[in-house]
């Protein structure tokens, strides 16, 4: 088919997904099905590792979170629903190390479903992955914001492999504080001698090089990757983000190439980065990269990670959505938690063997109710001749209503002390339907998006 064609695609949010769910058959259920059938191309994002645990081991000691592991098996399910393609780039990635990577990796390939944004080195997570359908051919690049560096994918140099890995997309961060303040912390860093300014910078010297109007506290504990707490003064206080440069760099080059080898073209990005606490607004660094990936050939640009929605805005007459929220959300239902977690979580893990995974706390972001985590919508996108020319929100719920008290409407488990949600998605009611839509339109609106929504789909209003 020419690249003239008509594209319809389905977008869906981030797939926390533990369980098998193939055996449903509610309408509201299977309308989610048809709605990714009846696309030409359905996309949504893979917070998970699948594997078997027997052969896997955890990949870090220091995460305030979840270790995302599921069983290969529920891979085939979103095939079944009909998920044709994911991003797998994010901060849970290399929960199982590189051997739980390349597990994840497979599990999608002989399920069926395509991947983007890890690989065995940087070439191959920054690559490309492409789909062929009946339309055309579409392109998937996927990348990811705070990763530690030794989840950044490296490449291969002389009689050295490339290291296994996230196609990183790093962000320079600078803290802009008024004069006084930052005559004070100045004054508080020379008397930890910890003060590091732009003559302290030499040939061979990790870190940033600082201007003039920049300093940094060089603190024990990163001396060895100086590179934050970069202070710079200013006339009021601000936080500053931007995207690496040779990052950007690499992955809008990545986009280029799928622009001239495919017909559609879409960017994910995930990021668990905020500047202060994760309100309704992307940072700064996500906006840059998302407007320079549309200048350089991305058709459809979506953002995920705060586990919550975010606006939509329209540039260059191109969709870029900024949060797409969850769209399974059972990390409550892992059968499989390291001693990390029960660690972290303030466990007593001297007895680790009467521990088991239904323990209270383990997970973040569940300690109280919230309105955003457990709704989002599937996104229906159309263009034509490569110009959009519709968007339509059909909201799903994950099991609890949609408001501050976000009560369980669907549960597992008989426990009344921590009761857990089931997570799976379902198009929403009315009621529920109507506060997912109504939170979209109003971000939007600050981007000049203009959603029409009748309390069960939103859609575009086209020519604003």
Known sequence: MPPTADWSVAIAGECMVTRPFSMHSEAEFLRIRELFEKADVAYAHLEMNFGDAADLHPGRGDWYGSYMLAEPHVAKDLRWLGVDVMSTANNHSLDFGAKGLFSTVQALKDAGVAGAGTGRDLDDARMPTYVETPRGRMALISTTSGNRPHEWAGRPKETMQGRPGINPLRVTTTYVIPRE?????????????????????????????????????????????????????????????????????????????????????????????????????????????????????????????????????????????????????????????????????????????????????????????????????????????????????????????????????????????????????????????????????????????TLETDGRVARLRLGD
Not at 190 to 212: A, C, F, M, Q
Not at 280 to 305: C, K, N, Q, S, T
Not at 413 to 436: C, F, I, M, W, Y
Not at 441 to 447: C, D
Request: aromatic letters at 8%; one cysteine or more.
């Open 181 to 449: 303040a930052a005559q004070h912390l100045k004054a508080t860093a020379e008397g930890l001698n910890i003060l590091r300014t732009g003559k302290d910078w030499k040939p061979g010297k990790t870190g940033r090089v600082l201007r003039d109007d920049e300093f940094q506290y060089n603190l024990p504990g990163g001396q060895s990757a100086a590179g934050e707490m970069v202070f710079r003064e200013g006339d009021d206080y601000q936080i500053l983000t931007e995207c690496h440069a040779g990052d950007l760099e690499g992955n809008l080059r990545a986009i280029r190439s799928a622009a001239h080898m495919s017909d559609l073209v879409m960017v994910a990005h995930h990021f668990n980065i905020a500047e202060g606490p994760r309100g309704d607004r992307p940072p700064r660094f996500v906006r840059e990269f998302a407007h320079r990936a549309i200048e350089e050939g991305a058709d459809i640009f979506v953002g995920h990670g705060w586990h919550k929605t975010l606006g939509i805005e329209i540039y260059r007459g191109k969709p870029i959505f900024y949060g797409l929220g969850n769209f399974f959300a059972q990390s409550e239902l892992l059968e499989r938690v390291p001693y990390d977690s029960y660690e972290t979580w303030g466990h007593d893990v001297d007895a680790l063997p009467t521990l088991t995974p239904d323990a209270h706390p383990l997970h973040p972001g569940l300690d109280t109710p919230t309105p955003t985590w457990w709704s989002s919508a599937v996104i229906e996108v159309h263009l034509t001749d490569g110009r959009l020319t519709g968007i339509t929100l059909h909201p799903v719920e994950l099991g609890r209503e949609v408001s501050k008290e976000a009560k369980i409407t669907r549960g597992t488990g008989k426990s009344a002390q921590h009761p857990v949600t089931e997570g799976r998605p379902l198009v929403a009611d009315q009621v529920n339907g109507a506060e997912v839509l109504e939170r979209y339109r109003q971000l939007s609106a600050e981007y000049g998006t």
